[in-house]
């Protein structure tokens, strides 16, 4: 069983700054793929940036330039450094854990994080 505690969500201004943390518990951390994804009511969830146990990343073409995912395999935390904000980056955050398996993988969610970007 893999826990995430996301933080670091709030109400920002257009063209400011947030990082989102996201704290991961039970597995072995640094074996997994992390991301960030987000949701708009209604809306699918997209992915918005993931971190390899290599420390690859990709992101989304909308944040590209912008955000930047990190991690911290000390501390088992996954960073999203979000920068020029803008309102259409509101919508609630979601860190993400993959749990390479025998025969397959799992994905684990945290619980999301508010963020809205005023204009």
């Known amino acids: 069983q893999v826990q995430l505690v996301e933080s670091g969500g709030g109400l920002v201004q257009a063209g400011g700054s947030l990082r989102l943390s996201c704290a991961a518990s039970?597995?072995?951390?640094?074996?997994?793929?992390m991301g960030w994804y987000r949701q708009v009511l209604g809306e699918q969830r997209e992915l918005v940036a993931a971190i390899t146990s290599d420390g690859d990343t990709n992101y989304a073409d909308s944040v590209k330039g912008r955000f930047a995912i990190s991690r911290d395999n000390a501390k088992n935390t996954v960073y999203l450094q979000m920068n020029s904000l803008k309102p259409e980056d509101t919508a609630v955050y979601y860190c993400?854990?993959?749990?390479?398996?025998?025969?397959?993988?799992?994905?684990?969610w945290g619980q999301g994080t508010q963020v809205t970007v005023s204009s």
């Open positions: 039970g597995s072995i951390f640094r074996l997994n793929t």
């Open positions: 993400s854990c993959v749990v390479p398996l025998l025969y397959g993988k799992y994905t684990y």
